[in-house]
Structures are given as structure tokens and as C-alpha cells.
């Protein structure tokens, strides 16, 4: 189980993002994120993965913790190679300039066993476009093949739990909802996932419970359902609100609360 | 036209040994982002290194001891601000890292003595002079380049600036601003056909060189380390966030660089002597790498074919018409007038931003 405890990040020394985050992921289950632009949720999935460094980003206070050890301030090499945590960088994080089974291989770069090619063959299995594109130039195919492949090579790391930064960014609705599928199907093979996205309609569906993250804190939690039901979930983040428009006044009320809590 | 063939002949061999100095200047930016203005210092601390184990080149106790002191500071803060290591065991570390250069430049290996065949000498001396020119390339990373990853590659550039004044100054201190004669004796196999006549150190130099650029590639597209380092190329967050350490392939292509520089540096030390301003050839990477284009592997290889022919051209056709001195200047004409049609380079990757 991954806890993160009171967690305050903030980047340049300056900017704060996080302030004071709290929550906890069970191993197996499909936990959705959802939450404003500048909410703090992929600064949340940076400190996990170790990456915040890299963004010139400082973990202030607070803690995460996997299984009861502190992964705080832990280099991301580490964090995959000894807790198998990977994170899959928002807009596609693959190498353009390399062949999709150079891709491939490269992510298994931190293995050092000898079933990389099984594991390729696995991936292929999944997404099979991959398998005809793979002496292809990743920067030459369409933008669901590019996410296909960075979720193909994030498999190639091995992950016990994987950190999924809005993969339905500008992808057409039908891949998006292949997309969905396949990372359903992950979690059915046994990975948990952390899932930030936007598309929080498509993210509620596959998730087995969710966070409401606004200004560095959480605001709301509780099962997908119970968040798809929720009225405020409903009006500000799945766009499906009552017919009505609500007052000014009422909007404000809820800006208040998603501050104050 | 004998002269004219002659010519081109002269200056293709020359050009592939600053297409190998440029290749170095290329993986670094192709990685980092950043220019590494020290290259000329890093061919003459490699050439020195040579010099040392290949003519047994020994100095006297108070010009070797700085060394063995800087020597033994930059292994401690390496070990201690890198991998925090104990202090004792750094201490020991660092002692033992001066004495062996302090040994090996008082005392010297002696191998004129152990192997008098130039050949067999070259074939000994060589590995260990790359050996230790690589632990430079790494030494120098870990204090000054791996604390600025992340940061801007500006900042990258300037260190490499004032890396270059400091190497430079470290090189004068030690082994003075006089001129080390420089003749490695290989094996004669110059190339005379008719009209035609190749010496033979040009031809050593261009094949040593097309050998150091081909294991390059090879390695490059060939290994695990080499697809990583294209990898690292081009993003180093995403190459991270796949669980490979962006801190080490840097490491690797700082040694990588610094032991191609050598070979360059040797080469070029070898057409004559070798002393503290023969740094200055390094600057012959600049028009290589910005006719070739900065972020391309087969661009060095045509920038330092270009450069070599141009200085060849410019020194038999033009030099004798009074223009004495043309030679240097040719290539970075040649350079300009590339860059103003191309601002990116033969082969370089034309940029594109949204506005």
C-alpha cells in the first residue's frame, strides 16, 4: 500500500503546489485523480516517482511511505528498480527519434533478465498496431499509437503499480475508450494504477475509488460511484450538472468549501 | 592537377581527425543541451597523459605535487559529495588516486625502456592514456557538470567556459609553457604513387580516427549503454522516468568525449610538438560541428571533412598568393557562409516553436 502523509511540494522554492496532500492507494485497485488545471495532480505523481528533482521541485514536509518505508526523496531509479513504481509522463513520454521496438527495449533497460522479448511479445499481444509499426519511427505514428507505446514500455518496466498522467490528452474519443480498456485490462492482470485525467467520465468507469484534489489538498474522496453521483463532482469535473444554471452565489459556495477544506 | 588531388587528399585525412572532435563536441550537446568549450584543454591534458606513459615523460617533485594534490581533492569531493561515501574511506581513496599520478609522472612508467618498438609501445601506451583520460572526462562531470542536470544548458556552456581557464592553468602549472617534441615513430606507411605523395603520420591519423569514429557508432547503435544514450539524447525526464539513470549516461559520455579527444589530441600532437597552447586546435570542433549541424553524428563527420579540406585548399592555392595565415581563417569563413544559408547546419535539427 502506498500513504502519502501531509505532503507539501513546491517548485523553484518558490511556487507551492502541494499543500498538505493526504492520501492512500490499496494494492490492485484503479485510484482516479481528478481535479483543475494547476490542482497539483501531476506534481503529485512527480513526488512519487522520484521525478520532482527533475522539475526543479522540492518535497518540503509530509511523507510517502510504500509498504511502511519512507520512498521520500529517493532517486527514480530507485523508486522503479526496488518498488517498481513507474510513471508515465503526461503528452506521450516517448523517444521520437527511436524505432518502437528500440522504445521498447530501452524501457527495459533497468531490467536485467532474460524475458525482454517475451515481455515484448506480451505488449505486442496487447496492442497489436505495435507490432507492424515496430521497425517505425515513434515520432512518425498517430498520437494513439504514441500513448499505446508509452503504456507498452511503461509494461516493459515490470511495474507493480503504475502512475498514468492523463493518457486520453488529444486523443479522439474511440481510442480513448480502447484506451480505457487496456488499462482495465492491466489492473485485471494484477497492477494498481494511479490515474490522473481530465476525462473524468472515462476515469470514474474503470476506477474502483477517486480523489478530488483543488489547490494542493484533497477536497473529496470516496468510491468512483459515489463520486459520480456526487452533485459538485457532477457539475464542475464531469460537466453534466443540472439543467439549471446554478447562482453565482451557490458557485461560490463551493469555491469557498473546495478552499477551506 | 596532381596538386590539386595531393590537396584534397591532405585535407580529407586531416578532416576526419577534427570530424572525431567534433563527434565529441556532438554527443555532449546531444545529451546536455550544452557546448563544451573545454575540449581544447581536454586534448591537451589526454595528450599530456600520452606524452607521459608513451616518452616517459617525467617532471620534478615540485611541478608533480600540485597535481598529486588537485588529484587526490577531486577524487575526495567526488566520493564524498557523489556517493557520500565515509570520509576515511575517501580520504584513502583520494591518497591513493594522488600517489598513482604523482608515481606515474615522478618516477614514470619507463616503458621506453620495457618496449623499445614504437608500435608495441603505442599499443600499450595508448589504452592507458584513454584510461586515464576517460577518468578525467568522469572526475571533471561529477564536480561540475552533474550538480546543474535539470538546470538550463546555459549554465552547462558557461562551466565548461571556465572548466577550460581552469584545466589550462592546471596544464601551464605543471608542465610549464615550453614545447614537448612530439614524434610517436609508428610504423612508415606512406603512400607514393607516381606523382602522388601521402605521408605517413596524416594517413596514421586519419585511420586512427575513422576507427575511433566507427567503434563510436558502433557502440551508439550497437549496445544497451548506446541506445540509453540516444535515449538520454533526447529527453533526460523521460529517459529518467523509465528507470534510466540520466546521471550516469551523462558520466559515460563525458568519458566517452574526453577519451575520443585524446585520440584527436595525440594525432594532432604528432604532426608536431605538443605544449600548452595546443588546446587552441580544439577550437577547429566550433565550424565542424556548426557547418555539420550541433545535434548531428554524420554532420560531424562532413563538418570535419569540409573544415580539413578547406585549410588544405586554403594553404596550397591561396596562402602563396601573399595571404599568409588565410589557412585559420578559411574554415570559419566557410562556417559563416554556411550558416547564413542554413542557421541550423548541414544536418542539424531545424527547431519548431509555436508562437
Not at chain 1, 99 to 113: F, G, P, Q
Not at chain 2, 183 to 208: C, K, N, Q, R, V
Request: hydrophobic share 50%.
Amino acid at each position: 500500500m502506498l500513504s502519502i502523509e501531509n505532503l507539501r511540494v513546491v517548485y523553484h522554492e518558490v511556487i507551492s503546489v502541494l499543500n498538505g496532500i493526504s492520501l492512500k492507494v490499496i494494492d490492485g485497485e484503479v485510484l482516479v485523480i481528478i481535479g483543475a488545471n494547476g490542482a497539483g495532480k501531476t506534481t503529485l505523481l512527480r513526488s512519487i516517482s522520484g521525478m520532482i528533482k527533475m522539475f526543479d521541485g522540492d518535497i518540503l514536509d509530509g511523507d510517502i511511505k510504500m509498504d511502511g518505508q519512507s520512498i521520500k526523496g529517493l532517486d527514480s531509479t530507485d523508486i522503479m528498480q526496488r518498488y517498481r513504481i513507474t510513471y508515465v509522463m503526461e503528452d506521450r513520454p516517448i523517444f521520437q527519434y527511436l524505432t518502437i521496438e528500440e522504445n521498447l527495449r530501452v524501457a527495459a533497460y533497468s531490467r536485467w533478465d532474460s524475458r525482454v522479448k517475451e515481455d515484448m511479445e506480451e505488449i505486442y499481444g496487447y496492442f497489436p498496431v505495435l507490432r507492424t509499426l515496430r521497425q517505425k519511427k515513434a515520432g512518425y505514428t498517430s498520437g494513439g499509437e504514441q500513448q499505446m507505446l508509452a503504456i507498452g514500455m511503461s509494461l516493459m518496466t515490470k511495474p507493480r503499480m503504475l502512475l498514468l498522467d492523463e493518457p486520453s490528452l488529444g486523443l479522439a474519443p474511440l481510442i480513448t475508450e480502447e484506451l480505457f480498456r487496456i488499462i482495465g485490462k492491466l489492473n485485471q492482470a494484477g497492477i494498481t494504477i494511479i490515474l490522473v485525467e481530465q476525462n473524468a467520465v472515462a476515469a470514474l468507469g474503470i476506477a474502483t475509488r477517486g480523489y478530488v484534489v483543488e489547490n494542493g489538498r484533497v477536497v473529496l474522496e470516496g468510491t468512483a460511484q459515489a463520486l459520480l453521483e456526487n452533485k459538485d463532482v457532477r457539475e464542475f469535473y464531469l460537466g453534466s450538472g443540472e439543467k439549471e444554471r446554478k447562482s453565482y452565489k451557490d458557485a461560490k459556495r463551493y469555491k469557498r468549501r473546495k478552499r477551506w477544506l | 592537377m596532381v596538386d590539386l588531388i595531393q590537396t584534397l587528399g591532405s585535407g580529407i585525412l586531416v578532416g576526419l581527425v577534427y570530424a572525431l572532435l567534433g563527434l565529441c563536441v556532438v554527443i555532449i550537446f546531444k545529451a546536455s543541451e550544452a557546448f563544451n568549450f573545454a575540449i581544447g584543454e581536454f586534448l591537451m591534458i589526454g595528450s599530456f597523459l600520452f606524452y607521459a606513459i608513451f616518452f616517459n615523460g617525467t617532471l620534478p617533485w615540485h611541478r608533480v605535487l600540485p597535481l598529486g594534490i588537485l588529484v587526490f581533492l577531486f577524487i575526495a569531493l567526488v566520493l564524498w559529495l557523489d556517493r557520500r561515501i565515509r570520509w576515511l574511506v575517501t580520504a584513502v581513496l583520494g591518497l591513493a588516486g594522488g600517489a598513482i599520478v604523482f608515481a606515474l609522472l615522478f618516477f614514470g612508467l619507463k616503458l621506453p625502456t620495457f618496449l623499445p618498438s614504437p608500435m608495441i609501445r603505442f599499443l600499450v601506451a595508448l589504452p592507458l592514456a584513454l584510461a586515464a583520460a576517460g577518468f578525467v572526462g568522469v572526475m571533471v562531470e561529477r564536480l561540475t557538470i552533474k550538480p546543474l542536470l535539470g538546470r538550463s544548458p546555459i549554465s552547462m556552456t558557461i562551466v565548461t567556459l571556465g572548466l577550460g581557464f581552469f584545466l589550462r592553468a592546471c596544464v601551464q602549472l605543471i608542465w610549464g609553457s615550453g614545447s614537448y617534441s612530439f614524434f610517436l615513430h609508428l610504423p612508415d606507411i606512406t603512400l607514393e604513387a607516381g606523382d602522388f605523395l601521402f605521408l605517413s603520420d596524416p594517413i596514421w591519423a586519419g585511420i586512427l580516427s575513422l576507427i575511433s569514429f566507427a567503434l563510436i557508432i558502433l557502440f551508439l547503435f550497437r549496445t544497451r549503454w548506446g541506445l540509453a544514450i540516444r535515449a538520454v539524447s533526447e529527453d533526460q525526464a523521460k529517459a529518467m522516468a523509465f528507470g534510466i539513470d540520466a546521471r550516469f549516461i551523462l558520466m559515460i559520455i563525458w568519458a566517452i568525449s574526453s577519451i575520443c579527444i585524446t585520440v584527436a589530441g595525440i594525432m594532432i600532437s604528432n604532426f608536431g610538438a605538443l605544449s600548452a597552447t595546443s588546446g587552441i586546435v580544439g577550437l577547429r570542433a566550433m565550424p565542424v560541428v556548426l557547418i555539420g549541424g550541433m545535434d548531428s553524428i554524420g554532420g560531424a563527420l562532413v563538418g570535419g571533412i569540409i573544415i580539413g579540406l578547406c585549410e588544405a585548399l586554403a594553404g596550397t592555392y591561396i596562402e602563396p598568393l601573399g595571404l599568409i595565415g588565410f589557412k585559420d581563417v578559411a574554415p570559419y569563413l566557410v562556417m559563416l557562409i554556411v550558416l547564413f544559408i542554413r542557421p541550423y547546419g548541414l544536418f542539424g535539427t531545424v527547431r519548431i516553436e509555436r508562437v
